[in-house]
Nanobody, 116 residues
Framework: QVQLVESGGGLVQAGGSLRLSCAAS????????MGWYRQAPGKQRELVAA???????NYADSVKGRFTISRDNAKKMVYLQMNDLKPSDTAVYYC??????????WGQGTQVTVSS
């Protein structure tokens, strides 16, 4: 059973930065694609950024150039560095663990609130 625990959310002013962390356990972490998703009130959950087992990344257009996803396979950690935050980035951010032919796993979420 894979468990994911996010941390690092909080309240920040527009233009500020936050770094989210996700710790994984019970996983062959190095084989998984790890992702960060977010869900704002009244909206569907959306992909923010993902990183494959070999380090390829992709980002939502809305965060390109501002957010950076990274991973540390030895520590079983994935990070999301968020810079130049905007009020539209306000959401609950979820860590996702994905391997082919296996169920997805999700963390409990961490709230990010950006004030204008």
């Amino acid at each position: 059973q894979v468990q994911l625990v996010e941390s690092g959310g909080g309240l920040v002013q527009a233009g500020g930065s936050l770094r989210l962390s996700c710790a994984a356990s019970g996983s062959i972490f190095s084989l998984a694609t790890m992702g960060w998703y977010r869900q704002a009130p009244g909206k569907q959950r959306e992909l923010v950024a993902a990183i494959t087992s070999d380090g390829n990344t992709n980002y939502a257009d809305s965060v390109k150039g501002r957010f950076t996803i990274s991973r540390d396979n030895a520590k079983k950690m994935v990070y999301l560095q968020m810079n130049d935050l905007k009020p539209s980035d306000t959401a609950v951010y979820y860590c996702n663990h994905r391997r082919i032919l296996r169920p997805d796993y999700w963390g409990q979420g961490t709230q990010v609130t950006v004030s204008s």
